[in-house]
């Protein structure tokens, strides 16, 4: 640990290493204090360690000395492959979990020679419901995957008491008498949502990893923007010369409510120099408007429209749509709306744009502001067959299965080898009990695909799925695939 002065924790592994971004989305943007995560992609922790060398080279361009580096893996060996392994394999079930644990805690091994200190996170618990997502669906009860991930917690952690790896659960905190998890700490079928994290903050202060409350109020007294890391990087950036990277970062900060005109003076003149003319006069434009007397952003204005350099955008229309959302998560929809408008009028495909800032709302659950978003998309594409799939597992998730219904056949009628639409289609189907409705679709499309790989194996998942409907109890559900 780097004393009191700052401490990071670099949060490596499958998409449970997203619930340390602080937001309830995947790939969000990182917002809380202390952490920076890295999504490897759906690896099991069995494999891990065959991914070292880059895992090795993304901790040294990232981690400083101090730094800390917590793994988060298993949940998708514990889900999906130990229990059917087991029974494959005709091995008995501790003997496969511990085998899974011994060729995870080789990526341990290794790390510990970078020497930085280390640190585990447990597997959560699984969510009740049944996933359909092919080689990554459940399998076997919800109890039995729990238990399971309880057997590979005790596991690791006694690997890691015997090599001086921190090793920090709450899962004792989110599962019910039941032995079941608690569907309140999650924020989809499979990931734990941001009401955990008090939970996490605890553990690690008791372990001394990072300060108590008495403690980080004397940092923020000393340096306010240490509590959040973006902050402090967009200055890193801005000093260094990086201006472009910096406007970015600096734009999120004034939409995540840092000192909104301060921020954004500075977003301004990172824009200037890394010659986005336009974006920065924008930006001062927007300042004066709320602060009309504004010496600083009103000189800076002038000195702006004096000069005659051709400008050079700096932010790209994905980089609009991220600043777009963080104004639209704080309320503030009227700056969103501008930010997508800037996208748009620099030149970016606006059916794109209006789909992309839809995902990200949906992520963050604002289903109605998402919808909008994608009747603007069809209304630039009309044929959008991803538009229409995400329109329906918005309806599938806002309780209107028949909207989410046509949507999906919408899409397959667009283009029938959409992946994603079929998956949600028959998950779909499945759920409301109409899995033989769907039968003749997925049978014309394996006639006409007959070679097609992953058109098989979609229809291998809901054959299965079928299978396990006809004997689940009526609470069962699915989950749409592009959670």
């Not at 010659?275 to 204005?301: F, K, M, T, V, Y």
């Amino acid at each position: 640990m780097k004393g009191k002065d700052f401490l990071m924790i670099h949060c490596i592994g499958d998409s449970h290493a997203c619930f340390f971004s602080g937001m309830n989305c995947m790939d969000g943007p990182d917002t809380t204090p202390y952490f920076k995560h890295y999504r490897l992609g759906p690896h099991t922790a069995f494999n891990i360690a065959k991914r070292w060398g880059s895992i090795e080279e993304m901790i040294a361009k990232v981690a400083q000395p101090g730094d800390h580096i917590m793994f988060c893996l298993g949940e998708i060996d514990c889900r999906a492959h130990l229990l059917k392994q087991s029974e494959s394999q005709r091995r008995p079930l501790d003997e496969m979990i511990d085998e899974c644990v011994r060729h995870y805690f080789k990526l341990f091994t290794l790390s510990q020679a970078l020497g930085y200190e280390l640190i585990a996170w447990n597997v959560p618990p699984t969510n009740r419901k049944t996933t359909i997502a092919g080689e990554y669906s459940t399998y076997g009860t919800a109890q039995q995957r729990n238990d399971i991930s309880r057997t590979f917690n005790r596991m690791l952690e006694q690997r890691c008491r015997e090599s001086q790896v921190l090793f920090i659960s709450i899962f004792d905190r989110i599962v019910e008498s039941d032995g079941l998890a608690n569907p309140h700490y999650f924020m989809d079928d499979t990931h734990l949502a941001q009401r955990a994290m008090p939970f996490a903050l605890q553990e690690l202060m008791k372990a001394g990893v990072i300060p108590g409350p008495a403690e980080r109020a004397a940092e923020a007294n000393k340096d306010p923007s240490f509590l959040h890391p973006r902050l402090a990087n967009a200055c890193t950036l801005f000093e260094s010369g990086a201006y472009a990277p910096a406007c970015r970062e600096f734009l999120i900060g004034a939409a995540l409510g840092f000192d909104q005109a301060n921020v954004l003076l500075y977003a301004a003149q990172s824009a200037r120099r890394a010659g986005d003319r336009l974006l920065a006069e924008r930006l001062l434009e927007g300042i004066i408007d709320r602060e009309p007397r504004s010496e600083a952003a009103l000189g800076l204005l002038t000195e702006c429209r004096r000069e005659t350099a051709v400008r050079r955008p700096v932010l790209s229309a994905r980089d609009h749509a991220d600043v777009a959302l963080h104004y639209a998560l704080s309320g503030r929809l009227d700056d969103a709306g501008r930010q997508v408008e800037y996208a748009i009028n620099d030149g970016g495909n606006a059916a794109a744009i209006y789909l992309y800032f839809a995902g990200q709302l949906m992520a963050f659950v604002k289903y109605d502001l998402a919808l909008g978003q994608l009747d603007k998309c069809l209304e630039h594409d009309s044929r959008n067959a991803d538009a229409h799939t995400v329109m329906g597992i918005l309806h599938h998730r806002s309780g209107n299965p028949g909207k989410a219904m046509d949507s999906y056949l919408t899409a397959l009628g667009i283009d029938e080898l959409h992946y994603d639409a079929l998956r949600n289609f028959l998950a779909l189907s499945v759920e409301l009990g109409m899995g033989k409705s769907a039968v003749p679709v997925i049978r014309g499309l394996l006639v006409r695909h007959p070679d097609n790989a992953v058109m098989l194996g979609i229809a291998q998942s809901f054959v299965n799925a079928q299978g396990t409907a006809s004997k689940a109890s009526v609470g069962t559900e699915t989950q749409p695939h592009p959670a």
